[in-house]
């Protein structure tokens, strides 16, 4: 059964940085991509990047470049958001799915990132 | 990056069928695969649609969709309360090289 668990809540300042992170389990990790969608208070949702494992590549939403980096770690079949220079717009629900130009088929319980 | 189009919202009373619009460009829709998520309230949401038309094994057949030029459609049928959530379609932009999702539609039982 495909798991994806996400970190916790974060209270960040403007300016500062933010790392989330996404453990999953069940599936052969390096044949998956994960991507990073958040969605702020009632709002939609929106894609910040996806990061293709066996290539070890990722990709970006052209709003994000330069401010979000996404990695993984194989080892622990984890995928990392790291976001930084948060704004006060940078607080939404932050969810890890798995997929990438596919379908997202399977979705984290998502981590609640608070800038104030 | 530029979304895709959906109507905020679709009322309908038990049993009736809805149609949800999502329009798009020859970049996404026009050229990839649709997926349709749901979402209820305070929860993350749930691929019930890929590939245009295709159900994952527990999605009921109530639920089903289609696409055509730079336009898909979902559509649920024998409408049930429980099917009061959020509807977001979504699509791979090869122009933009993004994943793009539609503003949300919140389908409402009478």
């Known amino acids: 059964q495909v798991q994806l668990v996400q970190s916790g809540t974060e209270v960040k300042q403007p300016g500062s940085s933010v790392r989330v992170s996404c453990k999953t389990s069940?599936?052969?990790?390096?044949?998956?991509?994960f991507s990073w969608v958040r969605q702020a208070p009632g709002q939609g949702l929106e894609w910040l990047g996806g990061i293709i494992i066996f290539l070890n590549k990722a990709t970006y939403g052209q709003r994000f470049q330069g401010r979000v980096t996404i990695t993984a770690d194989k080892s622990t079949a984890t995928v990392y958001l790291d976001m930084n220079t948060l704004t006060i717009e940078d607080t939404a629900l932050y969810y890890c799915?798995?997929?990438?130009?596919?379908?997202?088929?399977?979705w984290g319980q998502g981590s609640r990132v608070t800038v104030s | 990056q530029s979304g895709l189009t959906q109507p905020p919202s679709v009322s309908a009373t038990p049993g009736q069928t809805i149609t949800i619009s999502c329009s798009g460009s020859t970049s996404n829709i026009g050229d990839e695969d649709v997926s349709w998520y749901q979402q209820f309230p305070g929860k993350a949401p749930q691929l019930i649609i890929f590939d245009n038309h295709k159900r994952p094994s527990d999605i009921p057949d109530r639920f089903s969709a289609s696409k055509s030029g730079t336009s898909a459609t979902l559509a649920i049928a024998g409408l049930q309360p429980g099917d009061e959530a959020e509807y977001y379609c979504?699509?791979?932009?090869?122009?933009?090289?993004?994943?793009?999702f539609g503003s949300g539609t919140q389908v409402i039982v009478l």
């Open positions: 799915a798995r997929g990438r130009n596919g379908p997202f088929d399977f």
């Open positions: 979504g699509s791979w932009d090869n122009v933009l090289s993004a994943k793009v």
């Open positions: 069940g599936g052969i990790f390096t044949d998956f991509a």
